[in-house]
C-alpha cells in the first residue's frame, strides 16, 4: 500500500488508498461515510447484502489503525447509516477491543441516535464542525473562497470517471482538492459514488485499487 | 348444419352491421365451443376481438339458457392487453358488442389509470369482461382470497401476444396464466374448462409463439390463421442524385422538401424515426423550411410530457393534424382513422418493424397501407428494396422468449406471498408447466425460495425479512410495509432514472434521463419537445429550463435507440446487393447504380454466397473492413473478437468501429492477410472463452443487472412524488452488482444477468450461426487503393464518435475529397 503525501493549508497529510487520511502532527486517522449498519438495515427491507460487507470494513479500518498507530480516529459525520441494528453489535464488539485509542464524530446526516448510544460506544460527538489547527472537520463540504479557514468534509462519496486506453470507463472513489476543500472518499465500500467535475485548479486523487492515481482538473 | 340460436343471433347482430363471419372466425368459434385453446394469428383491423368476443358469447349462450336476463355472472373473461392506450377503445367496442346483442353484461377496466374507486367497485361487483394490463393481473393475483375472483372464469385472451412474448412482460403473462388454470383445475362446480387464447400478428415464430403462451399444454393448442392479408405500398423518396460515398445522418435533412410534398400529397401523415433525437431534429428541420405548417404538425415521443402526448393523441384521431413526428411511442395503440400516410426516416431496422409502422395507415380490412421509406443515406436505398423483397416473401423476424428468468420468478413468488400466500410443492409444477421455466434445475428452485426467505443460500441472516414460512406450510410477505412497497413495483419495465424537466415558473415540459442532465452545465441550449430550451439548474429530481432563442441547440441523445439490422433483413439485403439479383429491377438498385458501380470498380459487391473484406491504407493507418451485413451488436462482438485474435498471433493493437453492415479494423501498423487466414479468424471453435477474454463481460452485465435488480426487488425506484421517502433504502444496482460478485458469487441473478448479456445483447446465437456462415462463404479479399462506398459510412460513423459536430463535418468533407 502506498500512500501519497499532500500539502494542505501547510500541513503535511498522507493520502491511503483504503479511503482515509493520516495527519502525522496531529496523529489523527481521519475519514468519513462509515455508514455502519447499512447492510443490515438493507436485510431487514429485504435485500440481502453479506454482512461480510461491513466486516470487511472494519478489518480494513483495523489495519490502518495498526499501520499508523494514531492517538485518535476523526470521523467526519455519517458513521452510522440508519437506526439499531445487529450490525451494530458487530461494530460495538470491535470498539471494545480499542479501549484506548479516542474517537470523535462531527455529526452527519445520517448520524441520527440519541447521544447516549454515542457516549456508551466511546465516541466524541461534535455537532456542528470542529476546528484543529488551519482545518474545520465538517461533513457537507462548504465552499468558502475568501476566509482563510480550510475545511476536511466527507458526504459527497466523490468519485471520478477515468477512460482507460481501451476506450472504457472505470468509476474511481477519490480524494477531491478544491480550493479550500478537501472532500474525502466514502471509507465503507457500499456506498455509491458522486461523479465530481473537477475544476481546472483543483486536484483529484482516485483511488485504483492499492494506489493513489493523482489526476488533475 | 343448422346453426344454434345463439349463433343465429350473433349472425343476425352481424348482419345488420354489414358483417359476415369470417372463415378464421367461425373456426375459432368452434374450437373454444370444443374446449380448446390456441393462437389467432390475424391482422389489425380484421375482426380478430369479435372472433373470441363471440366465441364467448356463444358458449354462453349455448350453455346458460337464461343469458338474455342473468346478470353479476362473475368474471367471465380477462382480456389482457400490453398498452394502457388500447384499453379504453377495446372496453368500449366490447361494450357496444354486449348491448348490442343483449348480452347484460358489464365489461371493466383495470389498468395503472384506473381510480381506486373504481377497483373496489369492480371487486365488489365484478364485471363479466375485465381488460387488464399484466401488471395489473398481477396485483389482483396479490391480493388475499384472490382466488374467488376467478373461479368462474371461462377464458383468458391474450391480445398483441407479439408484442408480449420476447420480453418479460410476456413471462408476468404467462407465469398469471399458469395460476389461472391451477385455480381452474381445483374447481369442481361447472364443467366448463378455462381456455386461452393468444392473438398474434404474423412473426416468424408462430410455432413456437404457441408453444410459449401454451407451456406444457401447447400440443393441444391450435394455430388458427386468417388468409386476410394487407396489401402495402412501398415508396421510396429518392435524393436528386447519388451520393458515391455515403454517409448516415448526412442525407436526412436534406430531403425535407420531398418529405414536404409527401405531406402535401395526403391528408395526414406519421412521420416515424428511430430515436427520439431524429424526431426533434425533423420536426425542427419541418418548421425551419416550411413556417405555414406551424401549428399544423407536432412531436410525440417518450420523454414528452403524457398530457401532451396524450393531446397530440386526440387531434391526429379528430384529423386536426396535418403530420405527426414520432418514435416508436406511436407504434402500437389505437388506429388513428384520418392517418392515410406513413414515412419511415432511415432504417427500420427490421421487416416487422416496418410493416408495423405502415400498418398504422389505412387500418380497416380492405385498406392498402401505404409507407414512404426515406433514406439517412443512399446505402439504405437498398434496405428498402430489401424490404419489400422480404415483404413479399413473408420473411418476418422471429421473437425470442426469455427463458429462467428468475427476477420475474422472485417477483411473481413475493406476489402470491402478499395475499393469500403460497405453498412452494403446489406452485413449483404450475412454474414449471410455462416455457420460461420448463427447464429449471430444482437447486434453481430452492435458491430463489431461499433468496426470499433466509437471503440466499449460503448465508442465514437472522434480521432478513422478506418472505416467512406460516406453520400451516404457506409462505407469506412478512410485514405491511414490505406488502406495500412491493405491489408498488410489480412489473417488469424498469425506466431509466428519469428527470422532470419544468419552467423556473413551473410548467411542465417532459423528461429527460439523468445521464444527459448530468452532462448539462447552465446557459447550455437543447431541444425538447420541439421548443428551444436553456438549462438554468437542476434540484430535487427536477431539470429547470427557461425558453432559448438560440438558433442551434444539442439534441438529447437518449439510450437504447440503437437497434441492430435484423438477421432476416440482411439476409435479404445481401441478395437484393448482388448483380442480376432479383433486386436488379428495382428502382432504388438502379438508381443506386453509380455507387455499386464504383463499389464494383474499386472492389466488389458480394452476392449472397461471398463474404468481402476490403483492406485499405489511409494516410491514417491499415484498414480491415468486413460486411456481414449481420447488424451493429454482432459486428461489435466479432470486431473484438477478430481483434483479440490478431492480437493473439502478433503483437498489434486496434481501433475499432462499425455499422449494420460491416466493421472496421484500423492499426498504425501493416497486418497483411490472406483469405483463408481470415477465414480461420472467424472460426467459431473456442467461441465463448474467446469472447470473454476480448470484450468486458462483467461491464455489459452491471449493465443488465439494473432491471435484474429492480425486477427481483432488490433496488427501489422510488414512487412518484415521494422521492425521499426511502433515501436510506436506496442504493445502485451497479453496487449490489460489485457487492454480490465479491461475497456471494453463485447468485443466480448474477448469473441471469451473464446469460441475458450472451444472449440478447452479443446475441450469441446469432453470432455462432454468422460465424458458421461465413466461415462457409466464399471469402473475397480485396485490396482497394482509397475508400469504398461500403468502407465510406463506416470510418465516417467511428470519426462521429471523437468529434464535435461541426469539425466532424468538415473532416468528411476532406475525407470524401480525398477518396474520390
Same mark, same amino acid.
Given at each position: ?45 429485504? !435485500? ?100 482563510? +479557514?480550510?475545511? !476536511? ?65 | ?39 389467432? =394469428? @390475424? ?76 377497483? /373496489? ?51 408476468? @403473462? ?24 393468444? !392473438? ?27 388468409? &386476410? ?14 451520393? /458515391? ?17 409527401? &405531406? ?16 426533434? +431534429? ?108 422480404? !415483404? ?24 402470491? @406471498? ?128 427557461? +425558453? ?24 435479404? &439485403? ?65 470486431? @473484438? ?85 426511502? +433515501? ?6 451497479? &453496487?449490489?452488482? =460489485? ?82
Amino acid at each position: 500500500m502506498d500512500t501519497r503525501p499532500v500539502s494542505f493549508a501547510g500541513e503535511h497529510l498522507l493520502l491511503h488508498p483504503d479511503r482515509a487520511l493520516y495527519w502525522p502532527v496531529r496523529q489523527t486517522l481521519l475519514l468519513s461515510d462509515l455508514h455502519i449498519g447499512k447492510s443490515g438495515h438493507f436485510r431487514k427491507a429485504g !435485500i440481502p447484502i453479506p454482512a461480510q460487507v461491513q466486516a470487511d470494513d472494519l478489518d480494513r479500518l483495523s489495519g490502518l489503525i495498526r499501520d499508523f498507530l494514531p492517538r485518535r480516529v476523526a470521523i467526519v459525520g455519517d458513521l452510522f447509516h440508519a437506526g439499531i441494528n445487529q450490525d451494530m453489535e458487530q461494530f460495538r464488539t470491535w470498539r471494545m477491543q480499542l479501549p484506548a485509542l479516542s474517537f470523535v464524530l462531527v455529526r452527519g446526516n445520517h448520524d441520527r441516535l440519541s447521544e447516549a448510544t454515542y457516549r456508551d460506544l466511546g465516541i466524541d460527538l461534535v455537532c456542528e464542525q470542529l476546528s484543529e489547527g488551519p482545518f474545520d472537520l465538517v461533513h457537507q463540504p462548504v465552499p468558502r473562497t475568501s476566509v482563510a +479557514r480550510h475545511t !476536511i468534509s466527507g458526504h459527497l462519496h466523490p468519485g471520478v470517471a477515468v477512460r482507460t486506453r481501451d476506450r472504457q470507463t472505470l468509476r474511481l472513489p477519490c480524494f477531491w482538492l478544491s480550493g479550500y476543500c478537501l472532500t474525502l472518499p466514502a471509507f465503507s465500500r457500499f456506498t455509491g459514488l458522486y461523479l465530481v467535475e473537477p475544476g481546472p485548479a483543483d486536484q483529484v486523487f482516485a483511488i485504483a485499487e492499492d494506489t493513489i492515481l493523482p489526476l488533475h482538473g | 348444419m343448422e346453426h344454434s340460436v345463439g349463433e343465429q343471433t350473433l349472425r343476425r347482430w352481424m348482419a345488420a352491421r354489414d358483417m359476415e363471419p369470417f372463415p378464421f372466425q367461425t373456426e375459432v368459434w368452434q374450437h373454444f365451443r370444443e374446449g380448446r385453446s390456441g393462437i389467432l =394469428n @390475424a391482422p389489425t383491423g380484421s375482426g380478430k376481438t369479435y372472433a373470441l368476443l363471440l366465441a364467448l358469447f356463444l358458449d354462453w349462450m349455448e350453455t346458460v339458457p337464461d343469458w338474455a336476463r342473468l346478470r353479476r355472472n362473475g368474471l367471465l373473461l380477462l382480456w389482457v392487453t400490453p398498452l394502457k392506450a388500447l384499453a379504453t377503445d377495446l372496453q368500449r367496442a366490447m361494450q357496444d358488442a354486449c348491448d348490442g346483442i343483449g348480452m347484460p353484461w358489464e365489461v371493466g377496466l383495470r389498468t395503472g389509470d384506473t381510480t381506486a374507486a373504481e377497483r /373496489q367497485r369492480q371487486l365488489r361487483n365484478l364485471p363479466e369482461i375485465l381488460v387488464i394490463t399484466p401488471e395489473s393481473l398481477h396485483l389482483l393475483l396479490s391480493r388475499k382470497g384472490y382466488e374467488d375472483t376467478f373461479r368462474r372464469l371461462r377464458a383468458v385472451v391474450v391480445d398483441e401476444w407479439h408484442e408480449l412474448m420476447g420480453g418479460k412482460r410476456g413471462v408476468l @403473462a404467462t407465469l398469471a396464466i399458469s395460476r389461472l388454470r391451477g385455480i381452474a383445475g381445483e374447481r369442481k362446480d361447472t364443467g366448463s374448462c378455462l381456455r386461452v387464447w393468444g !392473438i398474434s400478428a404474423t412473426i416468424g415464430n408462430l410455432p413456437e409463439a404457441v408453444e410459449v403462451l401454451h407451456g406444457k399444454d401447447h400440443t393441444a393448442a391450435v394455430l388458427v390463421r386468417s388468409d &386476410l392479408r394487407k396489401t402495402t405500398y412501398v415508396h421510396s423518396v429518392f435524393p436528386a442524385e447519388v451520393e /458515391q460515398l455515403p454517409w448516415a445522418g448526412h442525407l436526412g435533412l436534406q430531403l425535407v422538401d420531398q418529405l414536404y410534398e409527401v &405531406l402535401a400529397r395526403s391528408r395526414t401523415t406519421l412521420i416515424f424515426t428511430n430515436t427520439r433525437g431524429q424526431a426533434e +431534429r425533423w420536426y425542427h428541420a419541418l418548421l425551419d423550411a416550411y413556417p405555414d405548417l406551424a401549428g399544423q404538425i407536432a412531436l410525440h415521443h417518450g420523454s414528452i410530457d403524457r398530457s401532451m402526448r396524450h393531446w397530440v393523441e386526440q387531434a391526429l384521431g379528430e384529423g386536426m393534424l396535418k403530420a405527426v413526428v414520432t418514435t416508436s411511442s406511436l407504434d402500437l395503440g389505437v388506429d388513428f382513422r384520418p392517418v392515410d400516410t406513413v414515412v419511415q426516416v432511415g432504417s427500420p431496422k427490421g421487416v416487422d418493424r416496418f410493416l408495423q409502422r405502415a400498418g398504422r395507415s389505412g387500418h380497416a380490412p380492405q385498406e392498402a397501407s401505404r409507407i414512404y421509406f426515406l433514406p439517412t443515406h443512399s446505402l439504405e436505398l437498398a434496405e428498402a428494396a430489401a424490404l419489400q423483397l422480404a !415483404i413479399r416473401e413473408a420473411k418476418l423476424e422471429s421473437r425470442q422468449p426469455p427463458v429462467l428468468a428468475y427476477d420475474v420468478l422472485a417477483q411473481y413468488l413475493c406476489t402470491l @406471498a402478499c395475499g393469500t400466500g403460497f405453498r412452494p410443492d403446489s406452485i413449483l409444477p404450475e412454474v414449471r408447466s410455462t416455457h420460461c421455466f420448463r427447464e429449471m434445475p430444482a437447486s434453481a428452485w430452492q435458491w430463489v425460495l431461499s433468496l426470499l426467505s433466509t437471503g440466499g443460500s449460503l448465508h442465514a441472516y437472522e434480521e432478513f425479512r422478506r418472505l416467512v414460512r406460516a406453520e400451516d406450510g404457506t409462505w407469506r410477505m412478512a410485514d405491511r410495509r414490505t406488502i406495500l412497497r412491493h405491489r408498488l413495483h410489480i412489473g417488469t419495465i424498469v425506466s431509466d432514472t428519469l428527470l422532470q424537466v419544468r419552467y423556473l415558473n413551473g410548467g411542465h415540459i417532459g423528461t429527460l434521463e439523468e445521464l444527459f442532465v448530468a452532462k448539462l452545465k447552465p446557459g447550455d441550449v437543447f431541444h425538447l419537445a420541439g421548443k428551444t430550451l436553456a438549462f438554468v439548474h437542476c434540484k430535487d429530481m427536477t431539470a429547470y429550463v427557461r +425558453r432559448s432563442t438560440a438558433r442551434n441547440g444539442m439534441t438529447p441523445s437518449w439510450l437504447g435507440g440503437r437497434i441492430p439490422l435484423s438477421s432476416s433483413l440482411g439476409d435479404t &439485403l445481401r441478395t437484393v446487393l448482388q448483380e442480376d439479383g432479383p433486386g436488379k429491377d428495382c428502382p432504388e438498385i438502379r438508381f443506386l447504380a453509380p455507387l455499386l458501380d464504383l463499389q464494383r470498380e474499386r472492389s466488389l459487391v458480394p452476392g449472397p454466397k461471398d463474404t468481402l473484406a476490403e483492406y485499405i491504407r489511409t494516410r491514417e493507418g491499415f484498414h480491415l473492413f468486413v460486411y456481414p451485413f449481420e447488424g451493429r451488436l454482432v459486428h461489435e462482438v466479432m470486431a @473484438a473478437l477478430l481483434a483479440y485474435r490478431l492480437s493473439r498471433q502478433r503483437p498489434i493493437s486496434f481501433s475499432m468501429a462499425m455499422n449494420d453492415y460491416g466493421f472496421e479494423l484500423m492499426s498504425d501498423r501493416d497486418f497483411p492477410l490472406d483469405a483463408e487466414q481470415l477465414r480461420d479468424l472467424f472460426r467459431p471453435d473456442d467461441l465463448l472463452p474467446d469472447i470473454q477474454a476480448s470484450i468486458n463481460a462483467a461491464e455489459l452485465a452491471r449493465r443488465r443487472f439494473r432491471d435484474i435488480a429492480v425486477i427481483a426487488g432488490l433496488v427501489f425506484q422510488g414512487y412518484p412524488g415521494s422521492l425521499k421517502q426511502h +433515501r436510506q433504502l436506496q442504493s445502485s444496482s451497479a &453496487l449490489l452488482f =460489485n457487492v454480490f460478485s465479491e461475497y456471494d458469487p453463485d447468485n443466480l441473478l448474477l448469473a441471469q444477468a451473464y446469460q441475458e448479456v450472451f444472449d440478447q445483447q452479443l446475441e450469441e446465437p446469432r453470432l455462432r450461426l454468422a460465424l458458421q456462415r461465413i466461415v462457409g462463404s466464399r471469402i473475397v479479399l480485396s485490396c482497394p487503393s482509397r475508400l469504398t462506398p461500403f468502407s465510406f459510412p463506416i470510418k465516417v460513423d467511428s470519426l462521429r464518435q471523437h468529434m464535435s459536430s461541426e469539425k466532424l463535418t468538415a473532416r468528411i468533407l476532406t475525407l470524401q475529397r480525398q477518396s474520390r
